[in-house]
């Protein structure tokens, strides 16, 4: 499989927990962008990174997540003390050029 | 005015009729534009991109971008059910190169 793989799929998680995601993107891009979309809206840039680099974190982002890409390769985005605003799908995308290409995302669902 | 501006629908179209999405942005600067596909439940999907004005087209799909205006759109014609989904306009923001999205127009094909 050659595309954007994220893991997992679906988390559940209890207030106040941690959560990490993972984001594989495809081999050859050094862009990868995490972005959030919650329901009837459009996905909303979170953080990027250029190879290792992160090159720029949104205000959406409170101190609570944090995201890396060691060597280039995977990144992981975590939330700390996870809240109910929190719930969202978590998309990773990746891209060498112009034009994304998404992984399936990343359902969170904090009850 | 926000960034990037679609209307959110629901676009109801008779199958075999020609399904018109519109979409307005902001950012005269904007060089590239995007179409993406999303089916509920699921990541975005590239489906066109344009990058100079005028028309392009791919199979059932034509993207139209008008500059000066700063307007693109997306024809799909023959629409089928399998086209009902939510179609989000993406536009490279000039300033920082990151792709903004538009909240998503969603389509409905009537059998």
């Known amino acids: 499989d050659t595309g954007v793989s994220q893991d997992p799929r679906h988390k559940i998680t209890k207030r106040g927990q941690n959560v990490t995601f993972r984001c594989d993107p495809i081999s050859e891009h050094n862009r990868l962008y995490w972005y959030r979309q919650t329901l009837g809206q459009g996905p909303e840039f979170l953080t990027y990174?250029?190879?290792?680099?992160?090159?720029?974190k949104s205000r959406l982002l409170s101190d609570r997540f944090s995201a890396e890409r060691p060597k280039g390769s995977f990144s992981t985005l975590e939330i700390q003390r996870t809240e109910q605003g929190d719930s969202a799908m978590y998309l990773c995308?990746?891209?060498?050029?112009?034009?994304?290409?998404f992984g399936s995302g990343t359902r969170l669902t904090v009850v | 005015q926000k960034e990037v501006e679609q209307n959110s629908g629901p676009l109801s179209v008779p199958e075999g009729a020609i399904a018109s999405l519109n979409c307005t942005y902001s950012d005269r600067g904007s060089q590239s534009f995007f179409w993406y596909r999303q089916y509920s439940g699921k990541s975005p999907e590239l489906i066109m991109s344009?990058?100079?004005?005028g028309d392009k087209e791919d199979g059932r799909f034509t993207a139209q971008l008008n500059k000066a205006s700063q307007y693109v759109s997306l024809l799909i014609r023959d629409s089928q059910p399998s086209d009902s989904a939510t179609y989000l306009c993406?536009?490279?923001?000039?300033?920082?190169?990151?792709?903004?999205f538009g909240k998503g127009t969603r389509l409905h094909i009537l059998p």
């Open positions: 344009i990058y100079s004005n």
């Open positions: 990174f250029q190879n290792e680099a992160q090159l720029e």
């Open positions: 995308a990746s891209s060498l050029t112009s034009g994304y290409t």
């Open positions: 993406a536009v490279n923001r000039h300033r920082d190169d990151k792709i903004i």
